[in-house]
């Protein structure tokens, strides 16, 4: 399972990084499938209404309305009605690419359970939204859905009498059965995006809105479809014949054939084992999460910077408890807490330039902490080849990206935005090496979703901690490459290597003293030790 998950992994950075020279790394399709699905349901949403306007619901004038609009009114009502059929399409392929991409990235286990088994009610209520819909337009595809769904349904044996009889004859259909087909059609779709709204509860700043540029491309493109093949109209429905299953849309109505020939009993085991293996999967087998971040009041003023940066809202603001005179302090919530570092980075106790006592900060991760931090970077640092001055690169990578894996002068982090600005300063200061490289996720998707972010505005001093102004930017590199991309990065460190080596030497050099270096070998000990 996990070596299926890095070849898709992999396939899909393959993918991204040839979409990315096609539309720049903020607008890459493959990178923002969740908010083009939000998109998506917006345009379905507003088509949706404007058809209604014209929609006659009962049951003999309604295929009489949509033919109308399809041909008298094609240019604008006609148009409405393909690009709502071919944005819910969209949809679904948007839907099933973005729960794989989730998926290989291994964004569904551990704490981050959440948004994994809230997206599983998602898919069906997309699928009944869009099943729903086939029935309104009471042509002979819809007879075929609408009887081929009501006798799966009366296999149930819930409803008091069977509910397919209503589609056996002409005389059985009533308008008031049809204008509960229009109510479902209405009411599913809220139900869907009540169920979208629960998705993204966990998460810091969801992406909800595709950047504008990409949205004009899909409006652009759905709309160029929807003139060049206008969604098809089969004849009306005739309940005196058999239906036909004439123009399928293999998006929605796919397993159609199969519910035709499987027996219903098969077709609900099928859906029941397909929806509960989904939404187990965040529990099986490796947990990938460590231990939740830990919160040490003592250091801790209650100044809200972890909770702004924690990109899973994982960390409350409480009021003060421990008579320091703050007003407040953070609590982080274990069930949500992901365990990116992430708040550790952010937090101004976080320095590595303390020279007495424990180096601890106001909130730590227990599995890695900040003086396993600076212990391995010492470490990392006396494994470096090279004179002081010679171009002496020091990498910490993501674990996520090209920055993975063990190689000499590489410290491995949970997520770039964990490296509290100060550590870079201390490296460079400090002369464990003569330039930092931060190496982090591809650019178009941090695996924590802001750490990249956090990270470039930390840098560029417009968010705290910043890199103070003292270091030396032509020592710092930030190189952002998804997992196929370790050539790459080994050749933006060789280069910057090469610069480095042509710099003079650094001015403000202030060594390791033998305190510091006995501090960090007894951290490193002790992490040994674990
Ligand atoms: C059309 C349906 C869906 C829409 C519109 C949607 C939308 C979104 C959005 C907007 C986000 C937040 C992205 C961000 O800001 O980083 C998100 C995250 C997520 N979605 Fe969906 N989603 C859909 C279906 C699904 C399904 C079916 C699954 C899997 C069963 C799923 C799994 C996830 C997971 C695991 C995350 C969290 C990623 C993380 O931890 O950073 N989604 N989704
Ligand atoms: S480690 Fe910190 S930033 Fe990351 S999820 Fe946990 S509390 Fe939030
Ligand atoms: S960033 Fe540090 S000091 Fe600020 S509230 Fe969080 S733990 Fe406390």
């Not at 159609?256 to 077709?267: L, M």
């Not at 999967?281 to 939740?292: E, F, K, Y």
């Not at 069930?335 to 990116?340: E, G, I, S, T």
């Amino acid at each position: 399972m996990a070596g299926a998950r890095a070849t898709l992994r992999r396939g899909f950075d393959r993918v991204e990084r040839a979409l990315d020279l096609a539309f720049g790394p903020d607008w890459n399709p493959l990178a923002q499938l969740g908010p083009l699905g939000w998109f998506l349901f917006w345009i379905v949403a507003l088509t949706g209404v404007y058809l209604f306007i014209f929609f006659d619901t009962g049951v003999s004038a309604a295929y009489g309305s949509v033919k109308w609009l399809s041909t008298d009114h094609w240019w604008h009502a006609g148009v409405a009605r393909s690009v709502h059929r071919y944005a819910s399409d969209l949809m679904i392929l948007v839907m099933f690419t973005h729960l794989l991409r989730e998926w290989a990235m291994d964004r569904f286990r551990g704490a981050r359970w959440f948004s994994w088994v809230t997206g599983v009610p998602v898919i069906w209520f997309v699928y009944l939204s869009g099943i729903t819909g086939y029935w309104l337009v009471w042509d002979t595809l819809a007879q075929y859905v609408a009887l081929t769904t009501t006798e799966l349904l009366d296999t149930l044996g819930i409803f008091g009498e069977p509910i397919a009889r209503n589609f056996l004859s002409p005389q059985q259909l009533s308008d008031r059965f049809f204008t509960l087909m229009v109510f479902l059609h209405i009411a599913i779709p809220l139900m869907l995006l009540l169920a979208m709204w629960v998705h993204i509860q966990r998460i810091t700043e969801p992406r909800t809105r595709p950047p504008q540029g990409l949205a004009a491309i899909t409006v652009v493109a759905l709309i160029a479809g929807s003139l060049i093949l206008p969604a098809p109209l089969q004849g009306q429905a005739d309940l005196g014949t058999i239906p036909q299953r004439l123009g399928l849309d293999w998006f929605f109505l796919g397993l159609y054939p199969v519910i035709e020939s499987v027996p219903a009993g098969a077709i609900w085991a099928g859906a029941a084992v397909f929806t509960l293996t989904l939404a187990g999967l965040p529990w099986m087998p490796p947990r990938s999460d460590g231990a939740a971040a830990e919160v040490f009041l003592d250091h801790c003023n209650g100044c809200e910077r972890c909770v702004a940066d924690c990109p899973y809202s994982a960390i409350t603001l409480m009021p003060r408890s421990d008579g320091a005179p703050f007003r407040f302090e953070v609590k982080v919530d274990p069930v949500r807490c992901v365990a990116c570092g992430i708040c550790m980075g952010s937090c101004p106790s976080s320095t590595p330039f303390r020279r007495t006592g424990d180096l601890v900060t106001g909130i730590d991760l227990p599995d890695y902490t900040l003086a396993d931090l600076r212990a391995q970077v010492i470490a990392a640092a006396e494994d470096l080849d090279g004179a002081p001055g010679s171009g002496r690169v020091l990498t910490l990578g993501c674990g996520a990206g090209a920055g993975a894996g063990p190689a000499p002068a590489r410290v491995q982090v949970p997520c770039v935005a964990m490296v509290p600005p100060s550590m870079v300063d201390f490296i460079i200061s400090r002369g464990l090496a003569d330039g930092v490289c931060i190496a982090g996720c591809a650019e178009r998707d941090c695996r924590n979703r802001l750490g990249i972010k956090w990270t470039r505005e930390r840098f560029a001093r417009t968010r705290d901690p910043n890199l103070r102004a003292r270091v030396p930017r032509e020592r710092v590199l930030t190189v952002w490459a998804g997992p196929t991309e370790t050539g790459r990065l080994a050749r933006e460190v060789r280069s910057f290597a090469e610069r480095l080596g042509a710099l003079p030497p650094y001015e403000k050099l202030r060594p390791l003293d033998a305190d510091e270096r006995a501090s960090a070998r007894r951290a490193a000990g002790r992490t040994a030790a674990e």
